[in-house]
Structures are given as structure tokens and as C-alpha cells.
């Protein structure tokens, strides 16, 4: 793992403090824990020297101690946020495979699929006696009755197993739970159990890239921010913040400084208003 990589990590884990932040809150805890041993040191020994000894003694076990099992979580953590970026990496990758590649993958991941035909909702097979009916769908959505009821009707006596990338609605669980219809259900969740165990999700260094991609969507670029300080919507905001600069030395007595603020507003309002309608115009004219 890159060292770009691990310091987004490290910022996510610590709730998105960053490096000066997370060192001083370090330094303040180890502080306050020495000084808060050494007087109760002080006070049980009677000499300075042995509480000032222990203390900082009690203090680097007790920091090694943090320090090894901070580094033990930190790495479950980033191991599993790799194992959801895999999972997630795989669904993607399922949703827009050809059907008959699809098809191959999940023959693989129940150990061969005979009789296989594509349907328009994905694919149908049999295995073992039983009718393996797959929808090809995106994980987002959840299968229903109508998708499932077509189905169970045309094979009343032959068990059917049913897989989705996503998840089935309660209707449909409490429909298959009748004994009548022999109806078994794979959501997505399980599809990713069944993958996992036979090896076939895609390897880390796939999902370190997909972190990456991540990390590049969430860095504040220069574009970004000016697309964001001179959004239309701003305007209103300048200028209220323009008013209020110019009449607070009414209030608080006259600083040279409130003037420039208020005049800096303005002209903030005023960019960002006709930047807007410049934008507005080329929109309107076809120009992209």
C-alpha cells in the first residue's frame, strides 16, 4: 500500500483530523496521563523522584501498549474497507458483463450450471434437478413479486433457486418460504460469500486502485473550489455579508477594516453574478 493510500486511511479511521491535529492530540493525552500518575505517584511514594521515574515509565508501557493495538485495529480496519472495495469492485463489474460471460461466472461459482439459456432478465439453468433462475440486475434493485411469480407458476414441482445481485423484498422471502413452491433465494449478499470462498473476487490490488479513485473524488482542487465560491446560489450571501460589514461599525465603532470586508463582499456579489450570466448565455446559445 502506497503511503498517499495509508494517509487516507489514517485521516478516515481518526474521523478526518488531519497529521498536526491527530500529533498534538497524541502529546495533550500522554501529558495529561503522565502528569495525572506522577502526583498520584507523588502522593503515595512522598519522593519526587521516584514518581517522576515511574510515571514516565507507567507512561511508555501504557503508549506501546496503545500504539499496538491502534496498529492492530487500523489494519482490520483497512483489510475489511479493501474486502467491501472488492465486493463492490465484483458487483460493478457483474452488472456490466455480457450476459454470456455472466452466465459463466455464476456456472463457476455453484460448480457448473447445465441446460443454460439466456433470458431477458438474465439467465436460466438447471442444477442437479433443480431450475437455477438468475437475474442479471443492478445491486440497487431489489427484486419483487412480478419478477419472481411468472416463475414459480411454470414450475410448480421443480425446486427453484433464485439469484440477484440485490436483495429480495419481504413479499417475496414470506412467498418462498411456502413449502408448495420449493423456491430457495441467493441475494447479492450471499452471491459475494459464495465468491469469496471460491476465490474469484477481484484481487486487492483492484481495490487499492478503486481507493484511489475514491481519494482523487474527494481532494478539494483549485476547479472545485471556484466552481463552488462562485456558484450563482452565492450571490444572495455576498451581498447580505456586504450589508451586515458595512453598518456593524454602528454597533461596535468604525474600523478600517470593515469597509474593505464589505467591499470585497460586493465584489464577490458582483463576479459571481455576471459569471452566472455569462454561463447562462452560452447554455442558452448551445456553447459548451
Given at each position: 500500500?502506497?503511503?498517499?493510500?495509508?494517509?487516507?486511511?489514517?485521516?478516515?479511521?481518526?474521523?478526518?483530523?488531519?497529521?498536526?491535529?491527530?500529533?498534538?492530540?497524541?502529546?495533550?493525552?500522554?501529558?495529561?496521563?503522565?502528569?495525572?500518575?506522577?502526583?498520584?505517584?507523588?502522593?503515595?511514594?512522598?519522593?519526587?523522584?521516584?514518581?517522576?521515574?515511574?510515571?514516565?515509565?507507567?507512561?511508555?508501557?501504557?503508549?506501546?501498549v496503545l500504539t499496538c493495538w491502534r496498529s492492530k485495529k487500523i489494519e482490520r480496519y483497512i483489510e475489511k474497507d479493501l474486502k467491501q472495495l472488492r465486493q463492490k469492485c465484483l458487483?460493478?463489474?457483474?452488472?456490466?458483463?455480457?450476459?454470456?460471460?455472466?452466465?459463466?461466472?455464476?456456472?463457476?461459482?455453484?460448480?457448473?450450471?447445465?441446460?443454460?439459456?439466456?433470458?431477458?432478465?438474465?439467465?436460466?439453468?438447471?442444477?442437479?434437478?433443480?431450475?437455477?433462475?438468475?437475474?442479471?440486475?443492478?445491486?440497487?434493485?431489489?427484486?419483487?413479486?412480478?419478477?419472481?411469480?411468472?416463475?414459480?407458476?411454470?414450475?410448480?414441482?421443480?425446486?427453484?433457486?433464485?439469484?440477484?445481485?440485490?436483495?429480495?423484498?419481504?413479499?417475496?422471502?414470506?412467498?418462498?418460504?411456502?413449502?408448495?413452491?420449493?423456491?430457495?433465494?441467493i441475494d447479492g449478499a450471499h452471491v459475494l460469500l459464495m465468491a469469496e470462498k471460491a476465490g474469484l473476487l477481484p484481487d486487492e490490488q483492484t481495490a487499492q486502485q478503486r481507493a484511489?479513485?475514491?481519494?482523487?473524488?474527494?481532494?478539494?482542487?483549485?476547479?472545485?473550489?471556484?466552481?463552488?465560491?462562485?456558484?450563482?446560489?452565492?450571490?444572495?450571501?455576498?451581498?447580505?455579508?456586504?450589508?451586515?460589514?458595512?453598518?456593524?461599525?454602528?454597533?461596535?465603532?468604525?474600523?478600517?477594516?470593515?469597509?474593505?470586508?464589505?467591499?470585497?463582499?460586493?465584489?464577490?456579489?458582483?463576479?459571481?453574478?455576471?459569471?452566472?450570466?455569462?454561463?447562462?448565455?452560452?447554455?442558452?446559445?448551445?456553447?459548451?
Open positions: 500500500m502506497n503511503a498517499r493510500l495509508k494517509r487516507f486511511y489514517l485521516k478516515k479511521i481518526y474521523g478526518g483530523r488531519s497529521l498536526p491535529a491527530r500529533l498534538f492530540d497524541y502529546l495533550v493525552f500522554r501529558m495529561v496521563l503522565m502528569l495525572g500518575l506522577f502526583f498520584v505517584l507523588l502522593h503515595l511514594s512522598r519522593s519526587l523522584t521516584t514518581a517522576l521515574l515511574v510515571s514516565i515509565f507507567l507512561t511508555i508501557a501504557a503508549s506501546l458487483l460493478e463489474t457483474l452488472t456490466f458483463m455480457e450476459s454470456s460471460d455472466f452466465a459463466a461466472y455464476v456456472s463457476k461459482l455453484f460448480g457448473g450450471l447445465e441446460n443454460t439459456a439466456i433470458t431477458d432478465s438474465g439467465f436460466k439453468a438447471e442444477q442437479k434437478g433443480a431450475l437455477v433462475y438468475v437475474f442479471h440486475n443492478h445491486p440497487t434493485v431489489i427484486c419483487d413479486i412480478p419478477d419472481i411469480l411468472e416463475v414459480i407458476r411454470s414450475r410448480k414441482a421443480q425446486r427453484i433457486i433464485f439469484v440477484s445481485l440485490s436483495d429480495f423484498t419481504e413479499a417475496v422471502k414470506t412467498l418462498c418460504m411456502n413449502k408448495e413452491h420449493q423456491a430457495e433465494l484511489e479513485e475514491e481519494i482523487n473524488q474527494t481532494v478539494v482542487t483549485l476547479t472545485k473550489f471556484k466552481e463552488s465560491a462562485f456558484n450563482r446560489n452565492k450571490v444572495k450571501g455576498y451581498m447580505v455579508c456586504g450589508i451586515v460589514a458595512s453598518l456593524w461599525p454602528l454597533v461596535t465603532g468604525f474600523k478600517f477594516y470593515y469597509p474593505v470586508i464589505a467591499a470585497v463582499c460586493f465584489a464577490l456579489a458582483i463576479y459571481t453574478y455576471r459569471k452566472g450570466q455569462h454561463s447562462k448565455e452560452t447554455q442558452d446559445i448551445g456553447i459548451s
